[in-house]
């Protein structure tokens, strides 16, 4: 073995004033192949390198990330004019009677009264028209484009439409021009307790103590970090829960987790769940082993447990892709090296945006001021947001008043990948609605008023879900590739022979991906990362709380909840092959509540209940369920009340439940007798 004095690709990048990516590039025209930017070079590598890269032939080194950035106050905005021309067309039906100078362009929503001043119809006959096609409207209330196009060509007059939705498509194809590098969105993310919170105090702080000046700092849901390289945005809110619901919302803000796992404690459940909840998102993962301070912190045996639980979390150093930094956030150890480590992260990730165009973001957090009105946090994605902007956030509009910055202080614009509090708004949207800046005021307020009115018909607009009894159709339609799923089960075991099970199905035209597979009762945050994933949830020997519940029958995520290891295979088989049986579903009559234990001489165990809900029966079929897993299934042997045997109790009074063979019953548990129906297959 040859010892010379290693030096890593970035160490040598930034030597050389040039990005390691560019570097990697230099070295592989070289015939040296390295894998990434923290890979080790020899000295004569790195020497030979420099010179190449150093001699008068070659030409300047490209300009760093930070030097090519366009300062804000020169950014300039497209005029309202060129926006409105690059909104495309919609493809409207030309009947030969409808002459070509009828054509009358309007916006994706217009009030009855404004179409009909544009159409030159009466409202009132308007109304009547979308009477007869089952609208019911008045004179000031918006329709959408659609019904007024339809209407509009019933009084044989052809109408253009300048759609919000399809400009926005237009504009994100031809948007690989002006693209310049933007900062990183990262979200840490970890086990309870592993040092989350502490962490982002920690950034924050050792940037704050760097800067001479600026204001005191807020907490507005996002925040930005100097480093010497450029700038980091941290979302405030930590953890996958906020995180996924976001995205299932159709929310895509983070650009990077950072994965904390204390070097104490190790890999835990919330560890395993952010690693699959930034997985199904896509994003890429930088690892903190923190609290490396403690006396019996081991972070090279956390780094085993990570590699072992996912082969994608093989560290650099052990010639892996992921980064691995050893952190302290309570002794600030290693904070600067992480940031820097964040940095390289995006180099590579090449996170590019427009800073020329009108605005669009996401709200990250939104909140009722009693002196400011509805303020929103947005984290502008790409463009520049500007005060006086007129904007769409959800289903409310406005025109941005002021704009302040994560330091309390007011600026004029914010460019992308900068959190901002805008004032200003209607409403307050929630976290994860869309924030877009429009041409101007009155389709700003068109849009939010057309957004509402949907969602008060639609409920939350729910997309339309994978489910078992469609999965045949949808694979054939080409409209799912992959089916993806949770999986939640009350031992280990269970889970391996499920995934293991499940890999075997696979088929050229349907993957099937596990995003997720943990021991334990199915909870909410379970069935939002299966709303956001478009997932189905299969729970073996688990219920749902009672919030999951709500949450699926709200998102529309299909539950489904087996005992049998093989049902729940040959389900999702014949599901795949169209073959899917009339399914027996399992209907929930009651449920009671084990407030007291009494043992009775001949007959055990006797648990002494409260009907939370429904009805009791005697001789049902029942379940134990505790801490949201069926610990038994058994028959409702006796049944009774004050020392009486009854049939059945009703919800609100308390009764005695014996169940058969079964004694270990505990205070706290659930007995839920159910029936089985049989749902006919859908067509
Ligand atoms: P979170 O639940 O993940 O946000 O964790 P917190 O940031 O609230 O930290 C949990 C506990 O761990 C707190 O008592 C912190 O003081 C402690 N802690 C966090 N980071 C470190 C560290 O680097 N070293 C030590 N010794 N303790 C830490």
């Not at 009855?112 to 409207?137: D, F």
């Not at 992308?416 to 800046?437: C, H, M």
């Not at 489910?467 to 939640?488: P, S």
Request: contains cysteine; proline residues 5%.
């Amino acid at each position: 073995m040859v010892f010379l004095a290693n030096i890593r690709v970035y160490e040598l990048a930034n030597q050389l004033g040039i990005k390691s990516k560019e570097l990697i590039e230099e070295l592989k025209k070289q015939g040296v192949i390295v894998k990434t930017h923290s890979s080790s070079l020899d000295e004569e590598t790195a020497l030979l390198i420099k010179t190449i890269l150093t001699s008068p032939k070659k030409k300047e080194p490209t300009p760093q990330p930070v030097e090519e950035k366009v300062p804000p106050a020169k950014v300039k905005i497209v005029p309202e004019e060129k926006v409105e021309e690059k909104a495309i067309e919609s493809k409207v039906a030309k009947p030969d009677e409808i002459k070509e100078k009828e054509k009358i362009k309007i916006g994706e929503a217009i009030t009855i009264k404004e179409l009909s001043e544009k159409i030159n119809i009466p409202a009132k006959e308007i109304i009547k028209k979308l009477m007869g096609i089952g609208v019911m409207t008045t004179v000031n209330q918006v329709i959408d484009s659609k019904s007024a196009m339809s209407v509009a060509k019933d009084f044989g007059i052809e109408v253009e439409v300048i759609s919000f939705e399809a400009e926005e498509i237009s504009t994100e194809e031809e948007e690989k021009e002006g693209l310049i590098p933007r900062p990183p969105v990262v979200t840490i993310m970890g086990h309870v307790d592993h040092g989350k919170t502490s962490l982002l105090d920690a950034i924050r702080q050792t940037n704050v103590a760097a800067k001479e000046s600026g204001g005191i700092t807020q907490h507005i849901g996002a925040y930005e970090v100097d480093v010497d390289k450029g700038k980091i945005v941290f979302l405030d809110t930590p953890g996958h829960e906020a995180f996924t619901a976001m995205r299932a919302r159709g929310a895509k803000v983070t650009d990077i987790v950072i994965l904390v796992v204390a070097a104490d404690d190790g890999v835990m459940p919330q560890t395993i769940e952010a690693i699959n909840h930034a997985e199904a998102a896509g994003v890429s993962i930088i690892v903190a082993i923190n609290k490396i301070d403690k006396p019996n912190a081991n972070p090279d045996k956390v780094r085993q447990e990570l590699v072992k639980l996912n082969p994608h979390l093989l560290p650099e150093e052990w010639g892996g892709k992921t980064i691995y930094v050893n952190v302290s956030a309570k002794k600030k150890i290693g904070i600067e090296e992480l940031l820097e480590m964040i940095i390289l992260q995006a180099e590579i990730m090449e996170l590019k945006a427009n800073p020329l165009k009108p605005a669009k973001g996401i709200v990250v957090e939104s909140k009722l001021d009693r002196g400011r009105g509805p303020v929103v946090t947005v984290l502008v994605q790409k463009g520049t947001l500007k005060a006086g902007d007129p904007f769409v956030a959800g289903p409310y509009f406005g025109k941005v008043r002021a704009l302040i910055n994560d330091r309390g202080i007011k600026v004029k614009e914010a460019a992308p990948s900068t959190p901002v509090e805008v004032l200003g708004l209607s409403g307050v949207p929630q976290a994860g609605d869309s924030f877009q800046v429009v041409p101007d005021e009155k389709s700003a307020r068109q849009i939010a008023l057309l957004r509402s009115q949907k969602q008060r018909e639609e409920g939350l607009g729910i997309k339309t879900r994978v489910t078992l009894e469609d999965l045949y159709k949808q694979i054939n339609e080409g409209v799912v590739k992959e089916l993806n799923i949770v999986i939640k089960a009350d031992v280990h075991g269970s889970i391996q022979a499920l995934v293991d099970s499940f890999q075997k199905l696979e088929t050229k035209d349907i993957k099937i991906k596990i995003i997720h597979g943990a021991a334990g009762g199915i909870t909410e945050t379970d069935v939002i990362l299966a709303a956001a994933s478009n997932a189905i949830i299969i729970g073996f020997n688990v219920k749902p709380t009672d919030k999951a519940a709500e949450a699926a029958e709200k998102e529309q995520v299909e539950l489904k909840l087996y005992s049998i290891i093989y049902n729940a295979i040959a389900d999702v088989k014949a599901a795949m092959e169209g073959m899917l049986e009339p399914t027996l579903v399992e209907k929930v009559t009651g449920k009671a509540e084990v407030r007291q234990l009494f043992t009775v001489p001949k007959m055990g165990v006797i648990a002494g209940c409260f009907v939370l809900d429904g009805v009791i029966q005697r001789n049902a079929d029942a379940k134990l369920i505790r801490d949201s897993v069926i610990v038994y299934q058994g028959k409702i042997g006796s049944l009774r009340r004050f020392k009486e045997d009854v049939k059945e109790v009703q919800a609100g009074y308390e009764c005695g439940i014996g169940i058969e063979k079964f004694q270990d019953v505990k205070i706290g548990d659930i007995i839920e007798p159910f029936f089985l129906d049989k749902i006919p297959k859908k067509l």
